[in-house]
């Protein structure tokens, strides 16, 4: 047998789960063509793999991020992991649908990164990702929030069964171009003014064509338990109508936020397990890290960001509107620790660059102003841009999360470099370490995963959840999307401190059977491609 590129005398972790075996990989073009002792077999290129594990490329089933793949393309962070397809447009965000009101908030935001933003539709965007010449595969969901404000705008009201009709049209139009699902951010604007039906009505498309919901659900922290039963019940609701299809669920990023609720955290895998032996088909991700991040402007109360940016920017040059914000503000953040567990990631302005990194409670120390009032400066001084990260988790209930066989791992993250406008500020390291923290951390390092089933939760489990038939397995006819590591030293380096460091111990990556990493160095082959549902 010839082969393009051979993989020797390496370890295999197939994706499954299953015990480690020893076997060689033999690929041709962007396919593997035969796995087991093939000792005979010529290639143009040998990989020697011995000591180390071969793996199907590992795949982020939560990642964030339209621009991302254009301003980085070359995705570093994400191959230095090991990930080679990544699924954007979760919590509600994606690229498509952008109706002209949309593109015209994108303006300032483009000319800024210097990239024209004019894509409107799935294909739009799929062209623009490919002509990028991309390092890695991507999928997308198609996401609530776009559909909701192209549609609505951001009014807090009910849709009328015309605009639900208009919904459900851009539904099913991004399911047909090959989204992979439905997301919805119902913590966020406008998503979290949808009334109780208006997800109902949009996941039947998506329950008829077998495809996902996934969802961030409304409340994370106090009201979790409720959050879960209203996400549940849309599978319900859904699964009434299509009798032949049920919905298939997502909990997006499992967790208990705020000390006060850690303790829910056994009531809610209860209620998982439970909501599965009902015969509901619910899944869940979760990356390796106790704090979160996401958008200053979501700690303002969501009347405040009713009507988008420019509204909510008025709200906090008006002094009524802004002691209203205040009053919001110390409710939900009654302590100094509150405050200390909120650092900014990325001030998004100049003039607050200094507080890349730093406490909400220490900045307004060295300012001698409460830290809402801060806040607020600091929302408006960004236009509201500025991102958080979010120490609101414990690592008890993390490890609670990892053990549960029906959780994926995804970094809710973008895809980012060390150098260049990636690398602003000081952002979540999970956008550099994700995977790798979990194989270095939480396997040889504390043991809460084996190394099969944590390669599993990256791969062949992510892969049944989005229903992509050639990854997330290795075996002969699959995709030749490869990740090769040393179990004994891949780790993650980025820090909160000092984010922009790639990870360690990704020894080969293979994209479509282009080799990306040799060596544990950047090849310069972008191999990557937007991927379709039913189309890989």
């Known amino acids: ?25 033999g690929i041709r073009g962007d396919t593997i063509q035969a796995i087991g002792a093939l000792d005979g077999a010529e290639a143009a290129r040998v990989l020697d793999a011995a000591g180390l594990a071969v793996a199907p490329g590992f ?87 776009n559909i909701r404000q192209a549609v609505l705008g951001e009014a807090d009201r009910a849709a009328t069964e015309a605009e639900l009709a208009a919904m459900r049209r851009e539904v099913e139009a991004a399911l047909d171009a090959g989204a992979f699902g439905l997301s919805s951010g119902l913590y966020y604007t406008p998503g979290m003014f ?13 329950a008829r064509r077998g ?15 409720e959050a879960i039963e209203e996400f549940v ?10 009798r032949q299809r049920a919905l298939r669920l997502q909990l997006s ?41 996401t958008s ?13 940016r420019p509204r909510m920017l008025e709200r906090l040059a008006n002094p009524a509107d802004r002691a209203r914000m205040l009053e919001a503000l110390a409710a939900d953040f009654p302590t100094d620790d509150d405050w200390q567990a909120l650092r900014i990631a990325d001030p998004a302005c100049d003039e607050w660059r200094r507080a890349e990194g730093c406490s909400l409670h220490d900045l307004a120390a060295q300012a001698g102003k409460p ?65 790798a923290r979990v194989l270095g951390r939480y396997v040889r390092g504390l043991g809460i995963l084996s190394l099969p089933e944590a390669v599993r939760r990256m791969t062949g489990l992510p892969a049944s959840r989005l229903g992509l038939k050639r990854r997330g397995i290795l075996r002969a006819g699959a995709a030749a999307d490869i990740t090769v590591f040393d179990p004994a030293t891949i780790a993650d380096r980025a820090t909160y401190e000092v984010p922009q460091q790639y990870s360690v111990g990704v020894r080969f990556v293979l994209v479509n059977g282009t080799l990306a990493i040799e060596d544990g160095e950047l090849t310069g082959n972008r191999a990557g491609r937007f991927l379709r549902r039913g189309i890989e």
């Open 1 to 25: 047998m010839v082969f393009d590129t051979l993989v020797r005398g390496g370890i295999l972790l197939d994706g499954t789960g299953g015990e480690p075996l020893g076997a060689d990989v």
């Open 59 to 145: 795949i982020d089933i939560h990642a964030h991020g339209d621009l991302f793949p254009l301003l980085a393309p070359g995705a570093p962070a994400r191959l230095h992991d090991g990930v080679t397809t990544e699924v954007l447009g979760n919590c509600g965000e994606s690229p498509f649908p952008q109706s002209p009101a949309m593109l015209a908030e994108r303006a300032e935001s483009s000319e800024r990164h210097g990239i024209t933003v004019d894509w409107t539709t799935l294909d739009d965007y799929a062209r623009r990702h490919d002509a990028a010449r991309p390092g890695i595969n991507r999928a997308c969901l198609v996401g609530h929030g």
């Open 194 to 206: 949808a009334r109780p039906g208006e997800l109902d009505a949009l996941c039947e498309p998506v």
């Open 211 to 225: 495809a996902l919901y996934a969802s961030h659900i409304r409340n994370e922290g106090d009201a979790i338990e």
């Open 233 to 242: 019940a849309v599978a319900r609701h859904t699964g009434a109508r299509c």
């Open 253 to 293: 990023h499992v967790k208990v936020s705020g000390r006060a609720n850690w303790v829910k955290a056994d009531r809610v895998i209860e209620r998982l397990h439970a909501v599965r032996a009902e015969g509901i088909d619910i899944a869940c991700d979760r990356y390796p890290y106790i704090a979160s991040s």
């Open 296 to 308: 200053l402007s979501s700690q303002v109360p969501g009347w405040a960001r009713e009507g988008g």
């Open 371 to 435: 830290p809402a009032e801060l806040l607020l400066d600091l929302l408006l001084a960004s236009k509201g841009r500025a991102s958080i990260v979010h120490f609101t988790m414990c690592e008890d209930n993390l490890a609670k999360w990892l053990r549960l066989p029906l959780v994926a791992i995804g970094s809710d993250s973008s895809s980012r470099s060390i150098v260049g406008p990636t690398a602003v500020g000081k952002p979540h390291p999970r956008s550099y370490g994700t995977c």
